[in-house]
């Protein structure tokens, strides 16, 4: 079992920063690919980004989001960064985090845990 807290997001003005985190709890974590998804209002959640269990290279970012958001893991602290930069109101929405065994992937349905939740909200 994997338990996940997301945190870091809020309100931020267009051009903005945040950084979001998202701790886990239970054995393993490092053995856990980890993906961010989002979910705007009156939208499908979709994919922002993944990076596998050993981190470095093995990242990947959304189209509408690359150059401005880079996704990072520490294993030591059992958590999983989502840093977002340049931030446009069309990144406004629910971000979660997820984690599954194994290999990558960008379909939600493939990840086994997910957290609750962090709003980012971003004004024009």
């Known amino acids: 079992q994997v338990q996940l807290v997301e945190s870091g997001g809020g309100l931020v003005q267009a051009g903005g920063a945040l950084r979001l985190s998202c701790a886990a709890s239970?054995?393993?974590?490092?053995?856990?690919?980890m993906g961010w998804f989002r979910q705007a209002p009156g939208k499908e959640r979709e994919f922002v980004a993944f990076?596998?269990?050993?981190?470095?290279?093995?990242?990947y970012c959304v189209d509408s989001v690359k150059g401005r958001f880079t996704i990072s893991r520490d294993n030591a602290k059992n958590t999983v960064y989502l840093q977002m930069n340049s931030l446009k109101p069309e990144d406004t929405a629910v971000y979660y985090c997820?984690?599954?065994?194994?290999?990558?992937?960008?379909?939600?349905?493939?990840?086994?845990?997910w957290g609750q939740g962090t709003q980012v909200t971003v004004s024009s």
């Open positions: 997820a984690a599954r065994r194994g290999g990558t992937s960008m379909y939600d349905d493939a990840y086994d845990y």
């Open positions: 239970g054995r393993s974590f490092s053995m856990y690919a």
């Open positions: 990076i596998s269990w050993s981190g470095g290279a093995n990242t």
